[in-house]
């Protein structure tokens, strides 16, 4: 999938294990977790990004999901297309997400 293919190499480097992607019908979800340092359960943190085909594949949601302190929807461009959204991603996570 395109968004797991683009992002890997962005959110790897930072501890995300590699995007797991679900796909149902027209919705889908990729998935990337970072273990929580010092995590006494080895409990992770996820950053959730949420698809739909309207009618092409879009970004609707993007969520860092872990404690509830750390949970938060990141900006990005709902008007653009995906390789669009992607490449804007790829850009600004790496700043957010340290």
Known sequence: MLVRDILN???VPLGFAPGQVGVDGERGQVIFCRGEIDSPDGGCVDLV???????DWQITDIRYWGFPSDRWHLDFDRGARLA?????????LPSELV
């Open 9 to 11: 190499p962005v959110l």
């Open 49 to 55: 990004l949420d698809v739909e085909a309207a009618p």
């Open 84 to 92: 669009d959204q992607l490449a804007g991603l790829a850009q600004t």
